[in-house]
């Protein structure tokens, strides 16, 4: 199972996230701010606190996403983009 290593919010409600197996991807997480669960995310400043926790990602309130998911639905993005040393798990 890939595990989510590192994580960075963007502006745009993304997530630039690298996995235990090296891969570094983007999550749009706009599609899922509609959901009751995740309207808190919305708010950019709170988006943007989100950390790596047991393989995933979390915000303060506990709304997370499978790592599952987040793997399968990002896209790859650029070597210069890695993210390792931010929001290290």
């Known amino acids: 199972m890939n595990r989510v ?3 960075a919010a ?14 570094v991807k983007r999550f749009d997480a706009r599609p899922y701010l509609d959901y009751e669960f995740f309207r808190e995310l919305k708010d950019p400043e709170y988006f943007k606190q989100v950390r790596v926790a047991f393989g995933t990602v979390q915000w303060p309130h506990e709304q997370d996403i499978s790592p599952e998911t987040l793997y399968l639905e990002s896209i790859a993005v650029p070597d210069s983009a890695n ?7």
């Open 83 to 89: 993210v390792t040393d931010r929001n290290v798990a």
């Open 10 to 23: 963007n502006d745009d409600f993304s997530l630039d996230l690298t996995f235990n197996d090296g891969s």
């Open 5 to 7: 290593i590192a994580v």
